[in-house]
């Protein structure tokens, strides 16, 4: 049951719990208010408890089974923290350079915690980076120019092995000012007679045509770039839709216009984020340590630079009935 919840979430009630107030919270630890309400709502579901009482305008207070669980999120926390103390005092074993390969699209949210956080937490480390697209990257891992690839299981191949860390579900992509735009979701049958704007990264590029083909529909694509800030910015100039996986927290294009995000109706295949690395290779204790901090801090609850997989922009019109919605 606890491995469905993250050290973050409990870090958010106990602090609600101190503060007795959502609001008391959000201003202690710097976190929103909604993201620490959602993190409470999704403890008492996963425990099957109510923790708080609500009261209107005047704060929450916990309930009896919230008060032992507040002690009991103190102690996990403090073991936790223990974890954390073992692995610094060992820092002088985990030294030498690692070179890390990720995707593209995926380094300017992954790379800053995921990577330089690494550096920090050992500074014995000479961490270097390569960005690419996937091809690319599985490339530079034959041929020893890379030790590990942070990238999506598009392709796969006898003398590689991919670790999934994470689901990434695809969703529409369109500008504040297109005809969808008011809508909560889409199916692929709304799309065909919309322009598109396609992601034209090699594998990437197939995965996303290939969501089109069960519905029978053939994409109307005006404009291609392998960069996904450029198409984040044609989307949010009008020029058509776009599908993605990964999610940005910001919702503005480059040049500051907005972007809205509407979730795809219908069964469609994720993209896996995770990590590949060579088979039958002795990977050295950097790689090793570096697999082992990708694991601990990617998951379905939280990806580093993602938004929360929850999250779809608020759609105040009406929202029309769409056949087929899931």
Do not use: W
């Amino acid at each position: 049951m606890l491995s469905r919840i993250t050290q973050r979430q409990l870090e958010y009630f106990v602090a609600s719990g101190e503060a007795g107030s959502i609001q008391g919270a959000s201003e202690r630890i710097h976190v929103s208010s909604p993201s620490i309400s959602a993190a409470i709502t999704h403890i008492e579901s996963e425990l099957g408890v109510q923790l708080f009482v609500r009261h209107h305008a005047q704060g929450i207070s916990l309930t009896l089974v919230g008060r032992e669980l507040v002690k009991e999120a103190k102690t996990i926390l403090d073991q936790m923290s223990n974890l954390y103390t073992i692995a610094s005092e060992s820092l002088n074993t985990v030294r030498g350079p690692l070179r890390v390969g990720c995707m593209s699209s995926l380094a300017p949210m992954l790379t800053p915690e995921l990577v330089v956080g690494f550096g920090r937490a050992f500074p014995g480390v000479r961490i270097s980076q390569a960005e690419g697209d996937h091809e690319e990257l599985l490339s530079k891992l034959r041929n020893a120019e890379v030790d590990i690839v942070l990238t999506y299981d598009l392709v796969s191949s006898d003398d590689t092995e991919f670790h999934p860390l994470a689901r990434l579900p695809p969703y529409v992509m369109v500008g504040e000012n297109h005809p969808l735009a008011n809508l909560s979701a889409v199916t692929i049958n709304d799309l065909e007679t919309h322009p598109m704007v396609l992601l034209d990264i090699p594998s990437s590029r197939d995965y996303f045509l290939s969501l089109f083909r069960p519905a029978g529909v053939t994409p109307n694509i005006v404009m291609r770039s392998s960069n996904l800030e450029v198409i984040r910015a044609m989307v949010a100039n009008g020029v058509g839709y776009s599908i993605a996986n990964v999610r940005p927290k910001a919702n503005l294009s480059q040049d500051g216009k907005r972007l809205i995000r509407l979730r795809l109706a219908g069964d469609h295949q994720s993209l896996r984020l995770g990590y590949v690395t060579l088979k039958n290779v002795q990977h050295s204790r950097v790689v090793n340590a570096f697999a082992e901090r990708c694991r601990m801090f990617v998951s379905e609850q939280y990806i580093p630079g993602m938004a929360a997989p929850s999250f779809f922009d608020p759609h105040p019109h009406t929202v029309r009935s769409l056949k087929g919605v899931a």
